[in-house]
């Protein structure tokens, strides 16, 4: 399957050069309505030629004028701001969209703006008034020599936006078609969660209806059926819209099957949820042929509400900002719209049928044999082999077959449908399970039969778009198992094919690149069929607020460049993070299906014409500008050098601040920051005010702060300081062991010791093992004669928490007793890992049963380090730091000899968190003079050990060659946790060298 994605990615992504319309601009001519007048071609501003607009009542966009096809592009424009000062912030964004994606304006003209879409963050609320948005936006243009016919917009809790790729603008995709290399994006994506900042849209849309509407929930009919027309769209507000079919030019290509009358763009607000599905039915029932698309409003926090902004120029002193209702825009004429939209829902177990159920609950489902066993065969043929359990290791293929199907064979019999989940979720990953355990998600099929291709993705990729519609489960009956969908979202009907989801990140990625994939190949055999092909000129991006950086593991703006990745020639990029999706899942055919509200998803909203007009784009513009020039022998303008500073210091990686040694410079949470609650799908920041994190471990610190006081909250550092002398007096609770000794003692002799360490997961990695039992894991390592174990107890990053601790020291200790030989009993203590900040971690770690305490040193100032090491001495612990640099060493002059008990040199880069592969980090540091002081300190009696990647380094050619290296540069031994898990085929990679 992978080879197949990336084989149709790579042809298809080859047929976007035929998309690509280079706007070449006809003979410019004046016309006799000098008011609204326009430059066309580049961004030298004073010294273009000049056209103009021409008043119509569908548009006022006409830019070129030409006898024959259309040929007035349509035009997309983004710009956005992160500037702290509302005000600030419009202007630049406004400012960055007309200069940098809109034809410029001659001197003294006026030109006009068919449609803009904003979003503005919610963290401004509390430093200006919603309502000075608006006015704000309408000065912006109206300075730049534009005016606004409509606009639309909502706060927002993030921004998605896009500016022109500077590298366009010196002919590279030119050079790249011709070489058949991978084109450059014409624009640069940017999303910005949870942060201050403003995103427009400015949309010149020649021949098409432009018309706004904002509707309350009272006011939208519930007797559609039985309504006339005229009286619903009057009560809604689109008394007078027509959705006619447009008229397409002689000369042009053949009308598109698939395009609609009309487009509805929706910005509901969060409360109008309850009335959306009766405005979705209506807009279809009275609109038939009709895409209807859009978003909820969203905020950053909690205590902000809502809002949602509109103005149109035929009531110009109609400025609103409402906190309730609905807004939207309908389109109708010279516009085509495709849509499409992504789950990112990954399908587990067998395939059922409902057996029953009614309206929005399902009772009882059974086990469709024949799709199930499609499935399974796909799946195999598709996906690698995944880690499997000891046990079944030992299992021939033929009876993990008979097991299985003993399994199903129970599922056969019809079973409310919450039983069959609970056994669903039983053969589940750990991650898995525990998405399965918050939510519980079911898909069902939306028509047809399951075909040659079962599998979701195949689907997706060959363009047959999803199989199954995903649902969140809204409420469940405990007492007949029986589970209900959201109120008007579905009709559940007997014999329908019902699958159970979980959302994963990796599937995500996956569907991201086979929906794109499946668009491209649709475009292609449109176009092979003689079809007029679709030329997007921009593209909406909807994510809802659980997806972004924290989804994909830390990949910010994944969504956008996928996006780009598939659509390198689309000029302009833009959207928000929402609190939901409007749409439908089939964007060929719409009317097959209708429009729905998706609680956790993607939304891509492609617009274009379907009169095949022009894209207009500055780089086209530019060289044919130029091109006129040479011809005309004209002086050259000169060039704008700020723009091309500007656009160029985009593209440049932002780095976090460090001080004068490198180190990086730490901030501690802002009092006003507050934290983050989860509710359903939708994450929420109680924050007035938020700061945006310069590092990964600033934002890890910042993250475990606000754990540290929900602790507090419940238990007072009183409390645990009492406990822990209770526990020392009482003879039959564990007291803390020695950690180093049985280290150092296994290291006699020259040799390498290895510690396992037990994490779930790595931030950048995810998780280690499809299963994580750690107590089965801890039991393992004890049996395989580990001297020490290590415990990653940390739950922001690495999926841990303290009960971790807990049973690897139970679990050890009984497997020690188990193995118990005639020598004695060896049982190895623990130490736990975590980012310590403040002694109630400490106390925590102590009553959980640590031995040891791994501090992070880069976190903690001077004086905290030399006070938590001296509160875990006091607590009996024993203190390992972890350092990254020569100066963190040098640092460490403060803590007194004997002070610490070891030293811990990693490969992990702070700023991101990832990890050094060469492995070279770690060898200098142990080689540094920083080192060899701190060992003239503290005697050969501390050891130096060495974590980050240390089992996965390859750069040293033999394996094992890197272990030898670290302990020739000194090193006791390594901390290892990805080297010591199964990778993906079942293999350990230090399964060799366990004894080095």
């Not at 998605?160 to 790729?165: L, Y």
């Not at 990053?797 to 020598?823: P, Q």
Request: include cysteine; glycine fraction near 8%; charged fraction near 25%.
């Amino acid at each position: 399957m992978k080879l197949t994605l990336l084989a149709w990615s790579a042809a298809l992504l080859s047929v976007s050069v035929s998309y690509t319309t280079a706007f070449q601009p006809s003979p410019l001519q004046k016309t006799t309505n000098s008011h609204n007048s326009i430059q066309t071609g580049s961004l030298q501003n004073e010294k273009l030629k000049a056209s103009s607009f021409s008043d119509s009542s569908r548009s006022a966009s006409k830019l070129f004028m030409s006898s024959s096809a259309p040929s007035d592009p349509q035009v997309l424009a983004s710009g956005y701001s992160e500037q702290m000062k509302l005000q600030d912030a419009i202007q630049e964004a406004i400012t960055m969209a007309i200069q940098e994606g809109l034809p410029p304006v001659v001197a003294d003209g006026t030109a006009q703006i068919d449609l803009a879409v904003v979003s503005v963050s919610s963290l401004y609320d509390g430093s200006a008034s919603p309502s000075e948005v608006v006015p704000a936006i309408l000065a912006a243009t109206k300075e730049l020599g534009y005016d606004i016919r409509n606009l639309v917009g909502s706060s927002s809790g993030g921004f998605v936006s896009s500016r022109p790729n500077p590298a366009c603008f010196n002919g590279q995709n030119e050079e790249n078609n011709d070489d058949d290399e991978e084109m450059i994006r014409s624009c640069l994506p940017i999303e910005g969660e949870g942060v201050p900042g403003v995103s427009v849209t400015l949309c010149i849309l020649p021949d098409v209806e432009v018309q706004s509407f904002h509707v309350e929930g009272d006011d939208v009919p519930d007797d559609i059926g039985r309504l006339d027309p005229e009286i619903w769209k009057r009560a809604v507000g689109l008394s007078g819209f027509e959705a006619a079919p447009y008229a397409l030019p002689e000369e042009s290509e053949s009308q598109d099957a698939e395009d609609k009358d009309a487009a509805f763009f929706l910005l509901p607000s969060p409360a109008f949820q309850n009335d959306l599905d009766e405005l979705l039915r209506g807009l279809e029932m009275n609109f038939p042929s009709s895409h209807i698309f859009g978003a909820i409003a969203s905020t950053v926090s909690s205590l902000s509400r809502a809002r949602l902004f509109r103005y149109q120029a035929s009531d110009p002193d109609d400025i609103q900002t409402l906190a309730d209702g609905c807004l939207g825009v309908a389109l109708s004429g010279d516009l085509r719209v495709k849509t499409m939209i992504a789950q990112g829902a990954k399908p587990v177990g067998g395939v059922y049928q409902i057996v029953k159920g009614q309206e929005t609950t399902i009772q009882a489902i059974a086990l469709d044999e024949t799709a199930t066993e499609l499935v399974q065969e796909e799946d195999e043929e598709e996906e690698e082999e995944e880690e499997e359990e000891v046990d079944e290791k030992t299992m021939s293929a033929e009876d993990r077959k008979a097991r299985m199907a003993a399994a199903y064979a129970k599922a056969r019999i019809p079973k409310p449908i919450l039983a069959e989940a609970n056994f669903v979720m039983k053969n589940l990953s750990d991650d898995d399970q525990s998405f399965m355990r918050k939510a519980l998600l079911v898909g069902l099929e939306r028509g047809g039969s399951l075909g040659r291709s079962p599998s979701e993705l195949a689907r997706l990729a060959e363009g047959k778009g999803h199989q199954y519609t995903v649902h969140q489960v809204a409420s469940a009956g405990m007492k007949d198992g029986s589970v209900t969908l959201s109120l008007g979202s579905v009709d559940i009907k007997r014999g329908t094919r019902l699958r159970f989801f979980v959302r994963e990140s990796d599937f995500a990625k996956k569907e991201l690149a086979a929906l794109w994939t499946g668009y491209k190949r649709r475009a292609l055999g449109a176009n092979l069929a003689g079809k007029p092909a679709f030329n997007p000129t921009g593209c909406f991006l909807f994510p809802t607020l659980d997806r972004g950086s924290k989804f994909f593991m830390g990949n910010t703006g994944f969504e956008s460049g996928a996006a780009l990745d598939y659509l390198p020639t689309v000029p302009c990029l833009n959207g928000f993070f929402s609190n939901g999706v409007i749409g439908s899942l089939q964007s060929d055919s719409p009317q097959s299906e209708p429009a729905s509200l998706y609680g956790s998803a993607s939304g891509y909203v492609l617009f274009g014409s379907k009169s095949g007009r022009p894209i207009y784009s500055p780089e086209a513009a530019a060289e044919a500008f130029e091109n006129e020039e040479v011809e005309d022998d004209t002086e050259e303008p000169a060039e704008d050098e700020d723009w091309k500073v500007t656009q160029i210091a985009t593209d440049v990686e932002k780095k976090a601040p460090r001080d004068e040694n490198g180190e990086l410079i730490i901030k501690r949470r802002e009092v006003h920051s507050g934290r983050s609650l989860t509710v359903s799908a939708v994450e929420w920041s109680v924050a007035e005010k938020a700061a945006t994190p310069s590092s990964a471990l600033e934002g890890f610190m910042w993250d475990k702060e606000t754990e540290v006081d929900r602790f507090r909250e419940r238990v007072p550092l009183a409390n645990l300081v009492s406990q822990c002398k209770l526990q020392n007096v009482d003879p039959s609770q564990p007291k803390p062991r020695d950690w180093i000794g049985p280290v150092m003692e296994a290291a006699k002799g020259g040799k390498f010791v290895l510690i396992p360490e037990c994490k779930r997961m790595e931030p950048i990695s995810g998780s280690l093992r499809k299963r994580y039992d750690i107590a089965k894991i801890v039991t393992d390592f004890t049996v395989a004669g580990a001297p020490a174990i290590s415990v990653n107890c940390d739950a922001v990053l690495f999926g841990g928490s303290l009960d971790d601790v807990t049973a690897a020291r139970e679990a050890s200790s009984k497997a020690a007793l188990e193995g118990a030989s005639e020598d004695g009993v060896v049982v190895p203590p623990v130490m736990a890992s975590d980012l310590l900040l403040y002694p109630y971690q400490l106390y925590k770690m102590r009553l959980a049963g640590a031995d040891a305490v791994n501090m992070v040193t880069a976190a903690l100032a001077a004086k905290d380090l030399l006070y938590l090491t001296k509160i875990a001495q006091a607590l009996s612990m024993q203190t390992m730091l972890s350092v990254t640099s020569a100066a963190q060493i040098k640092a460490l002059e403060i803590i007194p000899a004997g002070g610490i008990s070891g030293l811990v040199v990693s490969n992990r880069e702070l700023e991101d968190y990832s990890f050094d592969m060469t492995g070279q980090q770690a060898l200098q540091l142990l080689q540094s003079e920083e080192l060899q002081a701190f060992r003239e300190k503290h005697g050969d009696g501390v050891p130096i050990f060495v974590e980050g990647r240390v089992g996965l380094v390859d750069t040293f050619g033999e394996p094992g060659a890197y272990l030898e290296a670290l302990h020739e540069a000194g090193a006791t031994g390594a901390i290892v946790g990805a080297g010591v898990a199964p990778d993906e085929s079942g293999e350990v990679p230090l399964q060799d060298f366990m004894e080095v």
